[in-house]
T-cell receptor, first 113, second 114 residues
Framework: TQLLEQSPQFLSIQEGENLTVYCNSSSVFSSLQWYRQEPGEGPVLLVTVVTGGEVKKLKRLTFQFGDARKDSSLHITAAQPGDTGLYLCAGAGEGGGGNKLTFGTGTQLKVEL | EAQVTQNPRYLITVTGKKLTVTCSQNMNHEYMSWYRQDPGLGLRQIYYSMNVEVTDKGDVPEGYKVSRKEKRNFPLILESPSPNQTSLYFC?????????????FGSGTRLTVV
């Protein structure tokens, strides 16, 4: 079973601060996805990274896939209250396991005014 | 609007009473999947389907059944629910084309088994 560990589990910061969330595994993934989930709703896809070393930017969010495709990070610049939510990373296995996503346990982010 | 629709949103039932949670998607997606979300354990896959009549077990399939008779529908069946199946359930779908395609999730079904 592939495991994904996210850190930190909880993060409470002030508006305007920067933060980084980490997603680590001992397994190699063919791709890594990041989702954001708000209370009472299902996760919503933010980005997919596929190539080792890949960096993608989505406005103030920067996503990086590790060179060995075992880890990923999400960096938020100048956080805003609208960024509050549960951030989940999810890895797709290689080969036949590619149809299954393994989710991390999540990072609960709260951004206060 | 492209979406995954689950019903019901909330359900309280008693131990042993069979129930079905419906899931329907309007995006013509080949892949569909069921997850449960529990505090401290994250999202765990129950079953997934790669196409009509093709289903396979995920990480926690015990106590659940699924069927995929039509492309758009993927119901989750609990033949004899038990309290340890109290959880938040999500249905999700994605297009064929490789795992880099992200899943679209439904809004969830909160199930309580007493």
């Amino acid at each position: 079973t592939q495991l994904l560990e996210q850190s930190p589990q909880f993060l409470s910061i002030q508006e305007g601060e920067n933060l980084t969330v980490y997603c680590n595994s001992s397994s190699v993934f063919s791709s890594l996805q990041w989702y954001r989930q708000e209370p009472g709703e299902g996760p919503v896809l933010l980005v997919t990274v596929v190539t080792g070393g890949e960096v993608k930017k989505l406005k103030r969010l920067t996503f990086q896939f590790g060179d060995a495709r075992k880890d990923s990070s999400l960096h938020i610049t100048a956080a805003q209250p609208g960024d509050t939510g549960l951030y989940l990373c999810a890895g797709a296995g290689e080969g036949g396991g590619g149809n299954k996503l393994t989710f991390g346990t999540g990072t609960q982010l709260k951004v206060e005014l | 609007e492209a979406q995954v629709t689950q019903n019901p949103r909330y359900l309280i039932t008693v131990t042993g009473k069979k129930l079905t949670v419906t899931c329907s998607q309007n995006m013509n997606h080949e892949y569909m999947s069921w997850y449960r979300q529990d505090p401290g354990l994250g999202l765990r896959q129950i079953y997934y389907s790669m196409n009509v009549e093709v289903t396979d077990k995920g990480d926690v399939p015990e106590g659940y059944k699924v069927s995929r008779k039509e492309k758009r529908n993927f119901p989750l069946i609990l033949e004899s629910p038990s309290p340890n199946q109290t959880s938040l359930y999500f249905c999700a779908s994605r297009a064929r084309g490789g795992p880099s395609y992200g899943y679209t999730f439904g809004s969830g079904t909160r199930l309580t088994v007493v």
